[in-house]
């Protein structure tokens, strides 16, 4: 059974400062991993996914994320924080099975305020 | 524009009522996924389809049900045997079953018990 992890589900940082979200996850299999961020009253939109092809994934908005298969863990980082980087982040696993649905396992999130 | 749509938005239903909520999609994926999300649980499968006319049970499918008459459609029903309906409910589908594939999500239908 896969699972993720997500430590903190509140993580304030001043406008400008490193943001680092951390996700941890359980797989069986090789895994492939997804942040997904949320806005209020919103669906989810995808910020990047690790599929294997490179452990160091970027994605939008300036967020980045570094695959560590010792450490089982998939944190998201962005150096700068802006205003308008506030919203709930999701770190999801999916280990891939066809035939099985293919479904993903959310963390239960973390919501980031950014401070002026 | 391709996307999902979900209606409505918002909901209240009474005590003992079933509801139907709305998902349709315009991007040809294969399949379809209903999430429920309650504060501080992230999101939990309530029910997927794979291909019309097929849907499987997710983690917290009871007092819900599903149809997918459609490819495009994919229609949720809280049922008044769900003990506590009040929550956010997003729809998504995906093309093809690769691992790697990314669920695109409708914006959300917020459900409210009174």
């Known amino acids: 059974a896969q699972s993720v992890t997500q430590l903190g589900s509140h993580v304030s940082v001043s406008e400008g400062a490193l943001v680092l979200l951390r996700c941890n996850y359980s797989s069986s299999v090789p895994p492939y991993l997804f942040w997904y961020v949320q806005y209020p009253n919103q669906g989810l939109q995808l910020l990047l996914k690790y599929t294997s092809a490179a452990t160091l994934v970027k994605g939008i908005n300036g967020f980045e994320a570094e695959f560590k298969k010792s450490e089982t863990s998939f944190h998201l980082t962005k150096p700068s924080a802006h205003m308008s980087d506030a919203a709930e982040y999701f770190c999801a696993v999916s280990d891939g099975v066809t035939g099985g649905g293919n479904k993903l396992t959310f963390g239960t999130g973390t919501q980031l305020k950014v401070e002026l | 524009d391709g996307g999902i749509t979900q209606s409505p938005k918002y909901l209240f239903r009474k005590e003992g009522q079933n509801v139907t909520l709305s998902c349709e999609q315009n991007l040809n994926h294969d399949a379809m996924y209903w999430y429920r999300q309650d504060p501080g649980q992230g999101l939990r499968l309530i029910y997927y389809s794979q291909i019309v006319n097929d849907f499987q049970k997710g983690d917290i499918a009871e007092g819900y049900s599903v149809s997918r008459e459609k490819k495009e459609s994919f229609p949720l029903t809280v049922t008044s045997a769900q003990k506590n309906p009040t929550a956010f409910y997003l729809c998504?589908?995906?093309?093809?079953?690769?691992?790697?594939?990314?669920?695109?999500f409708g914006a959300g239908s917020r459900l409210t018990v009174l």
């Open positions: 998504a589908s995906m093309a093809g079953f690769s691992g790697a594939n990314v669920l695109t």
